[in-house]
């Protein structure tokens, strides 16, 4: 009745598989949790690897390392229920009753349902305080608040889906790094009239990245958001996208360059402030501006010169 997926990438999933597996046993349904790990450290696979034991537990290892979309779609091998269950390695069960509020939205015969992300209340400290913060004040949002902009509020780390519809859509195998594959999900969920469910029902973030990491892997969404964008060149998408709706305003009054050379000198200033303390996002919202609208003067072939310096060392 329901297949429990979770991509592992270097980490050590084995408290939550058995916390699933005592919460689906108390349920008495059909289930199957597959792990597919995409080329993680030699430590976590051993670590992991010994949940292949478990009558339940389905454990695959993939010799090279396919990105997040690719290997989202690779479930569809594996999965024998039509209901799939996506879960990020790196969470938490926040309830004991997870499992039967998710069960209640499959009863009524939801196609996609998106339960919510939490993240525990006690700060990190200052190396590692902006993906808490930005994550507190930016995704963790209640079922009320996510219903009033379903597709915009859709996230890949805690959600069901019909088997039949994500093989209609399908993960972008395009983008195989980190940042905004939920975003185009959403969108062409929205244009397919595919009702998203929000529910009440999260689960915690156990985040470990640094703010460094973090800076780079938003840096790196950026990039997926601007080839998307590019992909797609359709402004109904860029409206649907807070930062895309903002490089359209700079873009109607031409302030491209002038805004770029200004960032460029206080971004080294802003990336300091980030990388430190992550305690300000107003920052954060000028540093991915700040790369947005970079990968938007390269993909148009201006600037190559100024954006090509060596970045300043901090």
């Known amino acids: 009745m329901l297949s429990i997926c979770i991509p592992i990438f270097n980490c050590d ?13 108390n349920q008495n349904i059909k289930y199957e949790i597959i792990l597919i790990d995409d080329c993680s450290d030699d430590k976590f696979k051993k670590t992991n690897s010994v949940l292949n034991n478990y009558k339940s537990v389905k454990y695959i290892q993939l010799e090279t390392n396919i990105g997040r979309s690719k290997i989202r779609n690779h479930f569809l091998n594996f999965a024998l229920f039509e209901n799939l269950l996506f879960l990020d390695c790196d969470s938490q069960i926040a309830d004991e009753k997870f499992i039967f509020q998710y069960l209640i939205e499959i009863k009524n015969n939801k196609k996609v349902i998106c339960g919510g992300r939490t993240y525990l209340n006690s700060k990190p400290g200052s190396n590692k305080f902006l993906r808490w913060n930005y994550g507190m004040k930016r995704e963790c949002k209640s079922a009320e608040i996510r219903k009033k ?18 093989n209609q859509i399908k993960f972008n195998e395009e983008l195989s790094t980190y940042g905004h ?10 244009n397919l009239n595919i009702e998203i469910s929000h529910i009440q029902n999260p689960v915690n973030h156990l985040f470990t990245e640094t703010n460094k990491e973090f800076l780079e892997k ?3 969404g950026i990039k997926n ?4 964008e590019k992909q797609l060149n359709d402004e109904n998408f860029s409206e649907e996208v807070k ?3 903002t490089y359209l305003k700079v873009k109607k009054y031409n302030l491209q360059i002038p805004l770029f050379l200004i960032l460029s000198i ?36 201006k600037l190559f010169k100024i954006i090509n310096q060596p970045k300043a060392q901090i």
Do not use: H, M
């Open 218 to 220: 938003t840096a790196q």
């Open 266 to 301: 206080i971004n080294p200033f802003i990336y300091f402030i980030l990388k430190n303390t992550g305690r300000n996002l107003l920052f954060f919202d000028i540093y991915k501006i700040y790369l947005l609208i970079k990968e938007k003067l390269i993909y148009d072939k």
């Open 181 to 190: 594959e939920d975003t185009l999900f959403g969108y062409e969920l929205k």
């Open 243 to 245: 930062i895309l709706k």
């Open 225 to 228: 958001l601007a080839y998307i």
């Open 149 to 166: 902009n379903p597709y915009k509020s859709f996230l890949t780390n805690n959600f069901i889906v019909k088997k039949s519809i994500l």
């Open 13 to 25: 999933v084995s408290i939550l598989v058995n916390k699933l597996i005592y919460l689906l046993d």
